[in-house]
């Protein structure tokens, strides 16, 4: 993630930037919903 995020901080490229957009859909989302399910169960444990 971080990688991608510095592959597309000065980049006008059309396929790269279409190249993240799969990455963020397929890998990233799943990754910060699995973050978001994890801080909500420490939440509850308060």
Same mark, same amino acid.
């Given at each position: 993630? =971080?990688? #991608? @995020? $510095? %592959?597309?901080?000065?980049? !006008?490229?059309?396929?790269? $930037?279409?190249? =993240? +957009?799969? #990455? %963020?859909?397929? +890998? !990233? %989302?799943? *990754?910060? @919903?699995? +973050?978001?399910?994890? +801080? *909500? @169960?420490?939440?509850? *444990? #308060?």
């Amino acid at each position: 993630m =971080i990688k #991608d @995020r $510095a %592959v597309t901080s000065h980049t !006008y490229n059309e396929e790269t $930037a279409e190249f =993240i +957009l799969t #990455d %963020v859909c397929e +890998l !990233y %989302v799943t *990754e910060f @919903r699995q +973050l978001q399910e994890c +801080l *909500e @169960r420490l939440e509850g *444990e #308060d």
